[in-house]
């Protein structure tokens, strides 16, 4: 049985957890599905380095680099720009592109989030309307 990895860590994990027996591969696959349906182009995000972090003014390493919001994407529609570090998803902490990926595929297609990024050193919010 194969799965086409799309290079998400989220999926790696799920896929991991899966062979080591502790998760399934149904699992797996539905969170690579989930995380397609939302829109997430995993490649373009990654998760903030200390040195990212710095050389963008961010005091500590956190969040999810933008790298480049793809055209019509919820992302780009909210207002979502190339070097923007997502740092919050309602609320929630946003500490790796991983927990990204994951707090966004566990809401229904659709659903509107609060986005909290930081941008050109300051903090703002911006709500996003998930893709269907």
Known sequence: ???????????????????????????????ARR??????????????????ADSLGLKQARGA???SPQDGSPAAKAGLKVDDI??????????????L???IAQKPPESLIKVRYFREGKEDTVDVTLAN
């Open 65 to 67: 680099l933008v790298d």
């Open 101 to 103: 990926g994951l707090a």
């Open 35 to 52: 995380l397609q349906a939302r829109g997430i182009q995993p490649d373009l995000l990654c998760t903030v380095t200390a040195e990212i």
């Open 86 to 99: 997502v740092v919050a998803i309602d609320g929630k902490a946003v500490t790796s592109k991983a927990e």
């Open 1 to 31: 049985m194969g799965l086409s990895i799309d290079g998400t860590p989220r999926l790696h994990n799920a896929i991991r957890r899966w062979r080591n027996g502790r998760g399934s591969y149904e699992q797996a696959a539905a969170a």
